[in-house]
């Protein structure tokens, strides 16, 4: 269940989803993103699926996408996005310590990830964050450890987080009764 | 009335046209042209009365619809409401629309003073239907739903139009009606001259204010067929789609949000109707 009641939109019940949209309630609330979208049922045809497809599985692996999409969504203060994230990153093998990190909490000096993931957090942080050019020596560090088609998706893969970031947070979608459970169990709230 | 390029209904050989050829969609498209009604009938789908947003779809994109239906292939067009006939300029507009397909507009006939009756000359010129509710063969049934001298304003209506050349069908909507009642209000259409092939006979769907009335029944996506209907908020499955709920329209019939161009919701609409399974066409064929 999720409190519906702070969003800016209406965000439709499976009641009321429109024909386009049945297929995506058909396996129960399918989440606060489409319950919006589907307002616009013809958009969110094409937009979910894109969604789906630059931040479902890919080439990446799911470790490395997800270190994208949270740091993505810290740096544009997404507090839906973060919370997601926050439970989808625990789920899929990052450490406490890694996603107290990312969400920039906590720390010695000392760093959990290793040179590859610097360098990409790095990048990331220029890409959500910046403004104008990314500067060469932030983009030749990051060029260290990835080739072109991984750079081409993880840099998609920041700028649709950063698209979803802005129109969460937006539309002040709510973060679901299930996350922020787990949040609280996890210390994480 | 402005002149209008008319397409060639009835050659479009496009997938739309060949769907509606083959009567695998049906031929007519609907538009709501406001939603705002002098009445507040008790199983208005709509919730419509005088008090309501009017939610309008111009005249001009009234004429664009009717253009690109033709072109798609679509056969026939339909006004409903709301109250059409409150709706600015309508006459003008509906005359634009039957120049280039064939229109039925559906009202209330209850504002048709001979003044008004005289300004409908181009429909009498043009293939419009004027579709009037009329409940009851008993006044004060028919009044107890659509509101007060109702019954008594409708009968006086129908047979000036029809004196006045229009094509005029009764639509009644009723839960139930013994034969009795059926027969007697069949003998007054008549007396009104409405022949019998113009009366249809459909039930109270439970939506909008419907969902209060007794008797009603219920209707999706199955029991409706998927005439494609445009309105100010969207394009739906059926002219009984966009209804509304304690002032809330109802999405579970919504196709797109997106009226124009017009060929965007009729895709959509013939991909659903396409990929449902075999059988599952409209059940009840509410009209």
């Known amino acids: 269940m999720t409190d519906r009641?702070?969003?800016?939109?209406?965000?439709?019940?499976?009641?009321?989803?429109?024909?386009?949209?049945?297929?995506?309630?058909?396996?129960?609330?399918?989440?606060?993103?489409?319950?919006?979208?589907?307002?616009?049922p013809e958009l969110a045809a094409v937009?979910?699926?894109?969604?789906?497809?630059?931040?479902?599985?890919?080439?990446?692996?799911?470790?490395?996408?997800?270190?994208?999409?949270?740091?993505?969504?810290?740096?544009?203060?997404?507090?839906?996005?973060?919370?997601?994230?926050?439970?989808?990153?625990l789920d899929v093998g990052l450490t406490a310590d890694e996603v107290h990190r990312l969400r920039g909490r906590g720390g010695d000096g000392s760093t959990p990830f290793d040179a590859r993931d610097v360098a990409l957090l790095a990048w990331v942080d220029e890409v959500a964050g910046g403004r104008g050019e990314v500067p060469d020596a932030i983009f030749d560090a990051f060029a260290v450890h990835f080739v072109d088609h991984e750079i081409v998706e993880l840099t998609l893969l920041a700028s649709t987080t950063l698209l979803l970031n802005r129109f969460c947070t937006a539309l002040r979608l709510p973060t679901s009764t299930d996350t922020a459970d787990r949040l609280r169990q996890e210390g994480m709230s | 009335?402005?002149?209008?390029?008319?397409?060639?209904?009835?050659?479009?050989?496009?997938?739309?046209?060949?769907?509606?050829?083959?009567?695998?969609?049906?031929?007519?498209?609907?538009?709501?042209?406001?939603?705002?009604c002098n009445l507040a009938c008790t199983y208005c789908l709509t919730e419509s009365s005088p008090d309501v947003d009017r939610r309008s779809v111009s005249g001009a994109q009234m004429r664009r619809i009717a253009v690109e239906a033709a072109e798609l292939g679509f056969t026939a067009l339909g006004v409903t409401g709301g109250e059409p006939i409150l709706a600015p300029d309508i006459v003008g507009t509906v005359a634009?629309?039957?120049?280039?397909?064939?229109?039925?507009?559906?009202?209330?006939?209850?504002?048709?003073?001979?003044?008004?009756?005289?300004?409908?000359?181009?429909?009498?010129?043009?293939?419009?239907?004027?579709?009037?509710?009329?409940?009851?063969?008993?006044?004060?049934?028919?009044?107890?739903?659509?509101?007060?001298?109702?019954?008594?304003k409708v009968v006086d209506a129908i047979p000036r139009l029809v004196d006045a050349g229009i094509h005029v069908r009764i639509a009644t909507t009723s839960t139930s009606m013994d034969p009795a009642d059926s027969e007697r209000l069949c003998a007054l259409h008549r007396s009104l001259g409405v022949s019998d092939d113009d009366h249809i006979v459909r039930p109270v769907?439970?939506?909008?204010?419907?969902?209060?009335?007794?008797?009603?029944?219920?209707?999706?996506?199955?029991?409706?067929?998927?005439?494609?209907?445009?309105?100010?908020?969207?394009?739906?499955?059926?002219?009984?789609?966009?209804?509304?709920?304690?002032g809330i329209l109802d999405t579970d019939l919504l196709i797109t949000r997106t009226t124009s161009p017009l060929r965007t919701p009729a895709e959509a609409l013939l991909g659903l109707v396409n990929g449902r399974p075999a059988g599952e066409d409209a059940v009840l064929n509410i009209r």
């Open chain 2, 205 to 246: 769907i439970r939506r909008g204010r419907g969902v209060e009335v007794d008797g009603g029944v219920d209707a999706g996506q199955r029991d409706l067929p998927a005439e494609l209907t445009v309105t100010a908020d969207g394009a739906f499955w059926s002219p009984f789609g966009p209804t509304v709920r304690d």
């Open chain 2, 96 to 152: 634009d629309m039957a120049d280039v397909l064939p229109t039925v507009v559906l009202s209330n006939a209850t504002l048709f003073t001979d003044v008004q009756i005289r300004r409908l000359a181009p429909w009498a010129e043009r293939d419009v239907s004027l579709q009037v509710s009329l409940d009851s063969p008993d006044p004060d049934v028919n009044d107890a739903a659509r509101g007060e001298d109702n019954f008594a």
């Open chain 1, 5 to 40: 009641s702070n969003a800016r939109v209406g965000l439709l019940s499976a009641d009321q989803a429109p024909l386009l949209m049945r297929d995506v309630y058909a396996g129960g609330d399918p989440g606060p993103i489409a319950a919006a979208l589907a307002t616009v």
């Open chain 2, 1 to 36: 009335m402005t002149t209008l390029q008319t397409a060639d209904a009835g050659t479009t050989t496009g997938p739309i046209g060949e769907a509606v050829a083959a009567g695998r969609l049906p031929g007519r498209v609907w538009v709501y042209s406001n939603y705002h």
């Open chain 1, 47 to 89: 937009t979910l699926p894109f969604i789906g497809g630059v931040l479902g599985p890919s080439a990446l692996d799911v470790r490395t996408k997800e270190l994208v999409i949270l740091r993505t969504s810290v740096v544009a203060s997404c507090r839906y996005c973060v919370d997601a994230h926050t439970v989808v990153a």
